[in-house]
């Protein structure tokens, strides 16, 4: 069977990839999906993403023990447990907690993706296995493929198209049909796959991440593969199979 894989370059075109019947996988390199994987593979329970500073704040309060994190301009919003840097979810802030997450772009990809059947979350940490566990369900379940990219403030973000690419330099022995989009993101990975941190560096987003001081989440982020792990969205909250 052969399975067809696309790209959407936005959040907000996460629900075209619902209307296909699609499985998903959503990527915020810099920097939502990161920390969520970073946050799972640290030991969280649970992470659920949330659209609103209001309903962020609204859950906490009707669940004091939940962790309340996010970024807003990237910066942590004022009573936030944790911001938005992969760095912060260490396992002795994280273990055994849920988190509620709500970011400028990545949870809202995340919502917006609320409808599919299946939807996992990627990165670089963890291209290979998200990659892997996407294809096998993907064949499993007899879908296509659409990696959906949340993009920055509404707009297409160097760092998520060259994270799609790396997603799909992993997905192998299998009869995969790319769109152009995801052949162009593929190609573009390649050819940057040698020297991605220093590249990556190149984007809007990161150029802004450095100016308020977070250079040190894009490295963090770069590294492929540092998590053998893919959470899941299963409507509710993002969770990885122990
Ligand atoms: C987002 O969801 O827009 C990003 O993760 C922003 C950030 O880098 O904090």
């Known amino acids: ?39 799972l ?69 995340l919502e917006n993706s609320k409808g599919a059947q299946r939807v996992f979350i990627g990165s670089f940490l963890n291209a290979g296995a998200v990659a892997r566990e996407a294809l096998s369900t993907a064949l499993n379940d007899g879908r296509d493929i659409c990696i959906v990219q949340s993009g920055t403030n509404g707009a297409f973000s160097l760092e998520d198209f060259i994270c799609a690419g790396a997603i799909i330099s992993n997905l192998t022995d299998a009869d995969i049909k790319l769109s152009d989009a995801a052949q162009a993101a593929y190609l573009g990975f390649k050819s940057i796959e040698k020297n991605l941190c220093a590249n990556i560096m190149k984007s809007e987003h990161s150029k ?19 998590f053998p792990i893919a959470p899941f969205y299963d409507g509710r909250a993002v969770i990885v199979r122990r």
């Open 41 to 109: 593979a640290n030991g969280a329970r649970e992470v659920i993403p949330v659209k609103s500073l209001g309903k962020a704040r609204k859950m906490r309060s009707e669940n004091p023990d939940y962790l309340l994190a996010g970024e807003r301009g990237g910066l942590k919003p004022s009573g936030f447990d944790l911001g938005n840097s992969p760095l912060e979810y260490t396992p002795e802030r994280v273990s055994g907690k849920t988190i509620i997450l709500t970011t400028t772009s990545g949870t809202k990809a």
């Open 208 to 226: 802004r991440l450095i100016e308020l001081g977070f250079v040190e989440d894009i490295k963090f982020s770069c590294q492929v593969n540092l």
């Open 1 to 39: 069977m052969s399975i067809n894989v696309t790209t959407e370059f936005l959040a907000r075109d996460a629900v075209r990839a619902v209307r296909r019947g699609d499985l998903i996988i959503v990527v915020d390199a810099l920097r939502c999906t990161s920390t969520i994987v970073t946050a």
